[in-house]
């Protein structure tokens, strides 16, 4: 078992639709990552929580420390989101520990 | 520069021959971390560095791989030897300081060993 999990792996979606992806952690973290990677690879830090839940225009990112669960929301999904995203665990020493991704498609 | 780049952005070389990717983090930021993302793989932590501090080398996979960080900024990742099982792209982070703080991402460098 990954010590972070995601899911969807894959993610299809019509524009419009309000989208979840779901982050599960085995470790103790000291914070949860939220990344974007953009078809052509670059990466994008979108939200990093300890607690509690973080807005940044439609995105949303909500953690359940006791739960050892993440999830990012978009609201108003549109094409332009699709990518990758990506949860990662910031454990020890600030090494981060990554999910397997989740592809996003939104279709217009 | 106003984020982190990385050079080269390409890398073809020969099964045996040795590499250098060069990172070159954000202006002040103390942490840099050294990533590899192999093709329709996740992304795996190699090295950290924060600032005087002995590296994090834990993730390093083999001991082809090494990495420097000359005063505090450039950072170079090494492997000798290249095998086919390398080829991946190698992310360059670099955040303020260590613990919580978001970590910016440069372009990476793409490997293909032959």
């Known amino acids: 078992k990954n010590e972070v999990e995601q899911s969807p792996q894959n993610l299809t979606a019509q524009e419009g639709e309000f989208i979840t992806i779901n982050c599960s952690y085995s470790?103790?973290?000291?914070?949860l990552h939220w990344l974007q990677q953009h078809p052509g690879g670059g990466i994008v830090s979108l939200f990093m929580?300890?607690?509690g839940k973080k807005k940044h225009g439609r995105l949303i990112a909500t953690i359940n420390i006791q739960e050892k669960h993440s999830s990012l929301h978009i609201t108003a999904s549109h094409p332009r989101d699709s990518a990758v995203y990506i949860c990662?665990?910031?454990?020890?020493?600030?090494?981060?520990?990554f999910g397997e991704g989740t592809q996003l498609t939104v279709n217009p | 520069g106003a984020g982190v780049s990385q050079s080269p952005s390409n890398k073809v070389t020969e099964k045996g021959k040795d590499v250098e990717l060069r990172c070159d983090p954000i202006?002040?930021?103390?942490?840099l971390y050294w990533y590899r993302q192999s093709l329709g793989q996740g992304l795996e932590f190699l090295i950290y560095?924060?600032?005087?501090?002995?590296?994090?080398k834990s993730g390093l996979p083999s001991d082809r791989f090494s990495a420097e960080r000359t005063g505090g900024s450039v950072s170079t990742l090494t492997i000798q030897r290249t095998q086919q099982e390398d080829s991946a792209v190698y992310l360059c982070?670099?955040?303020?300081?260590?613990?919580?703080?978001?970590?910016?991402f440069g372009p990476g460098t793409r490997l293909l060993v032959l």
């Open positions: 560095f924060q600032g005087n501090s002995a590296p994090d």
């Open positions: 202006s002040g930021h103390t942490a």
């Open positions: 982070a670099s955040s303020r300081d260590s613990a919580v703080e978001t970590q910016y």
């Open positions: 990662a665990a910031e454990t020890s020493g600030s090494r981060l520990t």
């Open positions: 470790v103790g973290i000291s914070a």
């Open positions: 929580l300890s607690s």
